[in-house]
């Protein structure tokens, strides 16, 4: 029996969420953050305390996405002061 070849989907994922945020900026910085951010106040609100993350402790991954979520608001905040200006 052959074993089955690897199938890089993470690379796939990770492509398709560059070009979201390449195509959308902040919004989508802001959106994904928001996203993954209620993801995990859920696991972590369900007993998960280490995560698969680089960061490994849930409350610096839920400190980073907050972090990432507050950066692309302000980017937004600056595109649109500068659009009105």
Known sequence: ????????LRLCVYATIAALAWL??????V???LLG??????????GLTR???VLR????????LG???LAGFAAIGWRVYHLLA
């Open 37 to 46: 951010f209620a993801g995990y106040v859920r696991a972590r609100r369900r």
């Open 24 to 29: 959308l900026g902040p919004i989508a910085v």
């Open 67 to 69: 972090v990432l979520a």
């Open 31 to 33: 959106g994904f953050a």
């Open 57 to 64: 402790d849930t409350r610096l991954v839920l400190a980073y």
């Open 51 to 53: 995560s698969k993350c």
């Open 1 to 8: 029996m052959t074993e089955k070849p690897y199938d890089p």
